[in-house]
């Protein structure tokens, strides 16, 4: 690595004939004496060399860019480099590990999930409703795994043909086969309950690590210093472990329970993965670990709520969404815009020029402002339904079929309690006639003994 410019160490790169780099050192006192050839004597211990700053000071300016895009106007990479004393510099190689830390927390779900989740569901007794299977049809089988599993009317049709039966009976097949892959609430449960744990730990050490930090009383400085901010080892891997549980998060999410903010999960969570990634290598850790605390402050709150709710614990359950209804709407659409994307969009313009970064990184946490807004909508009709109606009767972010289905359910069950009723009144209506029958049979019997009691006489 050469340090261009530095006429008094006068740093130059050779190479040798070898193949092996040698650096010469020129003083300007000695200009003509011979360079002197500081390669290793041995190919074994390695053919580089690298120069006295290289060895002492951390350069990202190879990993990163131009610096007109991660860097504030009239800053050089050569003005951000840190002694190995000073502290952790974030380079954009330490995300790598994310990727591995990302699969490690798929097969530390599927553990805790079999061997936690699961009997704490039983424990908490956890009931799953019992569907109807469907009949083994394969041709009506291959249709829904192909195609869809609410045919359309022509559909209806041409499937009724194929298997020699009527359009209601196929529709009731479909039906019951969406039922057959609806998630149970164990299911549910157990994923509730590896967020609230991940979340729940996530925000605690999250807090701890930040409690006694000056940022996190005075959000300017966040920006003191910028860009040169060593990066603490608490942080570094608060920002990799937040990091590979949101790829996971993103590598689960076809498997996951697919609710009715489907689409916004996945914006929000690859947002999020931008933003962690973005700010890391900008060196926006500071005001990027404000940012996932804000977040955790009322996950874990919210997965607690479902847990309870799975679990059938009620009253527990709706004073617990109360709570996080509060902390949600306080976090989301208070502190989080009115302090972090404040400290962002006006106070980081009084340490530094904007840049690409800088529009960059305000752009996604307005993505995510937009997504919470959105939550909050969902999260205030819920609290409607509970202020007037007394009793959050679903969760808005229900899965996606789980509403037309629980009214189809309902439907049928209503349908039996009219059919009940109707053959009950039937039944009823006949023996009653059958009453009336007898009842004059008899009158007409003890009659005709009457009339012939004389002639007997």
Known sequence: MSLEGNEKLGWEKQLCVSGHEKVTHKTQEDDDENSACLSPPTAEAGCVTLSFAAVRFSSPSQERGQEEYWLPPGIRWQDIEMKEDEGRFPLPRDLIYTLPLAFAFI?????????????????????????????????????YKQNSGQPLQSELVSLSKQCGLSQRKIQTWFRHRRHQDRPSNT??????????????????????????????WDHRECWRGYPKQPVAETHY?????????????????????????????????????????????????????LVMLVHDSSDFLLESAKM???????????????????????????????????????????????????????????????????????????????VFLGKVERDERSDEESEVDDEEEEAEEEGDECSWEQRKGAINSKLASLANNCVLNNLT?????????????
């Open 107 to 143: 097969a530390l779900r599927i553990v805790f999930e079999r061997l936690i989740a699961v009997p704490l569901s039983k424990h908490f007794n956890v009931k799953d409703r019992i569907r109807i299977q469907a009949a083994s049809i394969p041709k009506l089988e291959t249709f």
């Open 187 to 216: 299911k549910k449960f157990c994923e509730a309950s590896w967020r609230f744990v991940f979340y729940l730990a996530s925000f605690t050490a999250g807090l701890g690590s930040l409690i006694n930090t000056s940022w996190f």
């Open 237 to 289: 891997w608060y920002y990799m472990l937040e990091m590979g549980f949101y790829l996971s998060l993103l590598l689960c999410v076809s498997v996951d329970i697919k609710r009715k903010d489907f689409k916004e999960q996945v914006i929000h969570h690859i947002a999020t993965i931008f933003l962690i990634g973005f700010s890391y290598c900008a060196n926006y850790v500071r005001v990027g670990t």
């Open 308 to 386: 309870l709710h799975y679990a059938g614990w009620t009253k527990t359950c709706d004073s617990l969404f109360v709570i996080f209804s509060l902390v949600f709407l306080v976090t989301r659409l208070v502190v989080f815009p009115c302090r972090v994307i404040h400290t962002t969009l006006v106070v980081s313009v009084e340490f530094f020029q904007p840049f690409f970064g800088y529009y960059f990184f305000n752009a996604l946490l307005l993505v995510l402002q937009a997504l919470h807004i959105f939550w909050a909508n969902l999260i205030l009709r819920m609290v409607y339904k509970f």
């Open 445 to 457: 019997n003890q009659r005709n003994i009457n009339s012939r009691l004389p002639k007997a006489r």
